[in-house]
């Protein structure tokens, strides 16, 4: 599988600002669509954004507006750009990645997470 490594989580006041971002490696891989999830204790994992290999993007309409999905494919990199963050946006983010690999291979990873956490 595709190993994704996620970085920039942390502690932040409400109307501030994080930059997540997710790194992925391990062999030969293509990744078309890159996304970030979201997920808090005793709730499902949610979809917050995602991001096609041409850049295309799309946002639950809880962050429209305010979050920034981008990605860096020479760097096999995905960033989430949140501003205006509400504590309501409290959750251990994941990053996730699907694509192919070794062209013929189906492939479909998870990070391990990382917390941000807004106080009011």
């Known amino acids: 599988q595709v190993q994704l490594v996620e970085s920039g989580g942390g502690w932040v006041q409400a109307g501030g600002s994080l930059r997540l971002s997710c790194t992925a490696s391990?062999?030969?891989?293509?990744?078309?669509?890159f996304g970030w999830y979201r997920q808090t204790p005793g709730k499902q994992r949610e979809m917050v954004a995602t991001?096609?290999?041409?850049?295309?993007?799309n946002y639950s309409d809880d962050v429209k507006g305010r979050f920034t999905a981008s990605r860096d494919n020479a760097a096999n990199t995905v960033y989430l750009q949140m501003d205006d963050l509400k504590p309501e946006d409290t959750a251990t983010y994941y990053c996730?990645?699907?694509?192919?690999?070794?062209?013929?291979?189906?492939?479909?990873?998870w990070g391990k997470g990382t917390l941000v956490t807004v106080s009011s």
């Open positions: 996730n990645a699907k694509g192919v690999r070794w062209g013929v291979v189906p492939s479909d990873s």
């Open positions: 391990g062999g030969n891989f293509n990744i078309n669509l």
């Open positions: 991001v096609t290999r041409s850049g295309n993007t």
